[in-house]
């Protein structure tokens, strides 16, 4: 059924049941990405809110497959796009922050970077890593991701998610396993709010820690450019960069793609890279390694959809 429905799109949405949030038809996902490549989502659902996302899941035909995604900063998708319904909780219930002295709850689909205001006006720090993150909070969660001495295993006190029968749990550190950039999280759990645990600080303090990180990153990432991050895991007790660059990667290019300058672990969509140019140059990167080093590297990079 679900091959079927891949051939004629107003199919899809024909059948998909009726929402409060919203379904946009065949869009392009290159503009959702870090990356600015990726082919388009059959249908993308924004849901208004977790009951909204609940009947979804709970009425949808059982062979409609469900991508989530959240602020695409981690993200290669492939040019052919993702058949099914891509999720993306960017809807206000999605974005709220309370504060329960110094443990902040924040919804899934808030930028990293806008906590910061809330952070400095209640004085709470320790969280300032988050905010330097590019993505949201469920990414954040999904990816453990961490920078600056810290991973969000190391403040993470508790998460609701929603499972495909629509059900909510609430989960601890114990549930998910952490470990570097990954953690035990099954494929069909959607995030919906996390709280970390800050600690008392003063607001200039805050700032100060902010700026640095900010000033930090502009000087060692090409953060300007068209990336999603590191490409590759650091394998334990190496660094991919210095990998990379030791096998004369640096500079090297697939059509539109190129290893950055500045971060060989970073690759840089030039402005007319294709989804399939990144990933080629990628695992040319992934070869030249293992034949130098016989070392394989991990994309850390997260690979969607198919390919045109
Ligand atoms: C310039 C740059 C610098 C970066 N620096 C760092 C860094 O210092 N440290 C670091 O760790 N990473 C870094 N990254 C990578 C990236 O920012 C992080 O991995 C980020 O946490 C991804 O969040 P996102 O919202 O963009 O998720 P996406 O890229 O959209 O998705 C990542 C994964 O999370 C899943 N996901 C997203 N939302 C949800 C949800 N609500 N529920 C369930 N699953 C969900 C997706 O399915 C996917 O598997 C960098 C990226 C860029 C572009």
Known sequence: ????????????????????????ENVKLAKYTWFGVGGPAEVLFLPADADDL????????????VT?????????????????????????????????????????????????????DH???????????????????????GCFKKNVSDVFVKAHIMNDWGEIYEVGAEDFNFAYRTSMFPDTWIVLDVTFQGIRSKPEEIKKILEEQANYRKAHQPINKKTAGSTFKNPEGLTAWK????????????????????????LINRGNATAEDIEKLGELIVEKVKEKTAITLEWEVRRMGVKK
């Open 123 to 145: 004085g709470v720090g320790g969280l300032e890593f988050i905010c330097s993150v590019p993505g949201c909070i469920g990414g954040l969660l999904r990816t453990n991701a």
């Open 1 to 24: 059924m679900f091959e079927k429905l891949l051939g004629n799109k107003s199919e899809l949405i024909g059948i998909l049941p009726e929402v409060r949030g919203k379904y946009l």
């Open 54 to 65: 609940r009947t979804f899941l709970l009425r949808k035909p059982e062979a409609v497959a």
């Open 68 to 120: 989530v995604i959240g602020g695409g900063s981690n993200l290669l998708i492939r040019d052919g796009g993702i058949p099914g319904v891509v999720i993306k909780l960017s809807e206000p219930a999605f974005c709220k922050m309370e504060f329960n002295g110094t443990e902040v709850t924040v919804g899934a689909g808030l930028k990293n970077s806008d906590m910061k205001k809330e952070l400095i």
């Open 243 to 266: 990998l990379i660059d030791e096998a004369g990667c640096k500079g090297l290019k697939v059509g539109g793609a190129e290893v950055s300058d500045m971060h060989c672990n970073f």
